[in-house]
């Protein structure tokens, strides 16, 4: 590799070797979304096996974020630290290469599949009960939104919410030199779960501690007097406007854990070649 200027042949060399590892993950990810897509038409059929259906759609609503999460496990078993360090092609090649794959071309297949499947849809004009995963609305949500907020910053924003995790599980499997798929899965399960805990309980405090905005809730509530709906009306609305202010805040904070996590991977990948 006397050639230091950035190579797209030795990127295919790359693609080649994890060639195998990626399309078993491709087809275990389309499998998969093919089968939510069909439990969202038949869920609300009246077979006695519908149930099944159900069941898999609701799993997949509240696992579809996992899709994301995984994607950097397409090179759990290939990335030998080893080997990888022998192939023909710079650090930096590869480090394009795999967190290319991971953060970027994996959110595109899923976006693309599922808008096939949204095109199938309406060309056909299905009864379809599927929710749209990036809302978590029905389709009619983008034409509600339509003329307030662009379709595109909805989904760059669904997409930042899932990068960091996906970043921070890129990392971890980067890093780990044994049982990558299995630290992968426990980071995608610990990590939410701690963060989100954390997360809740800093958000009360942040509301709670904001004394303007608490304070004239306050007093709005004693000029109210004895009318407890509107009073109690009142504090939930300002406590929750508190507590999205901080969630902003909070998804802001993860994002740039996610790019540092980026950062980190990348210098790891190209400072481990030979």
Sequence with gaps: MDNNSFSWARMSLLARYYMPAIKKHLTIYTVLIILYCLSSLLQGTTFWWSFIFVMF???????????????????????????????????????????????????????????IFTLIVNIFDLNSTVVNIFSGVNSN????????????????????GYLWMTAMTLYVV???????????????????????????????????NNKDSMLSTLERISEMGNNESEAAAAFVGTFLNELMIWIVRYQGL???????????????????QV
């Design 57 to 115: 759609w609701g799993i997949m609503q509240l696992g579809f974020s996992y899709l994301f999460y995984l994607a950097p496990v397409a090179f759990s078993r290939y990335d030998d630290p080893v080997i990888s360090t022998l192939l023909p092609a710079k650090g930096s090649e590869k480090a394009v290469f795999i967190i290319g794959y991971s953060l970027v071309f994996t959110p595109l297949f899923i976006y693309a599949l599922l808008g």
């Design 141 to 160: 949500y983008w034409e509600d939104i339509s003329g307030e907020i662009p379709a595109w910053l909805v989904y760059v924003n669904r997409y930042l």
């Design 174 to 208: 980067t890093v780990s030199r044994t049982n990558k798929l299995l630290k992968a899965i426990l980071t995608t399960i610990i990590v939410p779960v701690a963060t989100a805990v954390i997360g809740i309980i800093a958000g009360v405090i942040y509301s709670f």
């Design 254 to 272: 993860m994002t740039v854990i996610g790019i540092i996590c980026v950062y980190l991977t990348w210098r790891k990948i190209v400072h481990n």
